[in-house]
């Protein structure tokens, strides 16, 4: 029976997309907000960079730097470091709405135990993107074209 490539097909004039979990990192940075005594676990494992939005990293990035001048991660702190930076730095982008950004991230902070496997989720598909970025495979081949499964061709069967 022939086979046939279903699904999961992208445009081959734009790029593959990148491998992100947009919940995991919402859920890194409630935990940041709302849990301070994990700040630094999770500042061990994430680099700001390891974030797929620019909206997320900055409030990582201040979330980190209010850390490590021995304040609070709480969403005021993180706020006031969001707005200093943007008065030092006009001209650098900043998040539409940075305060309800943050009250929305810290209203929705999950139980800490399970941050850490979040924090390891973002980490993984961050190196997954720079191996991306660099065609990496495992055996030093390029990426096959094909993307999505094969089925049976005729079989109607679920």
């Known amino acids: 029976m022939p086979k046939t490539l279903t ?5 081959p004039g734009q790029p593959p997309p990148q491998p992100s979990d947009e919940h995991a990192e919402r859920m890194v940075l409630a935990t940041l907000l709302q849990h301070p005594a994990s700040t630094a676990h999770l500042t061990a ?3 700001t960079k390891h974030f797929t939005t620019p909206a997320h990293q ?11 001048r021995n304040q609070s991660c ?5 706020l006031a470091e ?3 930076r943007q008065h030092d730095h006009p001209s650098a982008p900043t998040p539409t709405a940075p305060e309800q950004l943050v009250i929305s991230l810290a209203s929705s902070a999950p139980v800490e135990a ?3 496997y979040y924090a390891a989720i973002i980490r993984d598909l961050a190196a997954l993107r ?3 970025q ?6 030093g081949l390029p990426e096959p074209p094909m993307r999505g499964f094969l089925v049976d061709e005729g079989d109607d069967s679920p």
């Open 130 to 132: 720079r191996r991306h």
């Open 74 to 78: 709480a969403p005021t702190d993180v």
């Open 45 to 47: 494992i994430l680099d």
């Open 7 to 11: 699904g999961g097909l992208h445009d």
């Open 82 to 84: 969001m707005a200093r």
């Open 58 to 68: 900055q409030v990582f990035s201040a979330a980190v730097a209010t850390y490590r």
């Open 114 to 116: 399970v941050t850490l």
């Open 134 to 139: 660099r065609n990496w495979h495992p055996e």
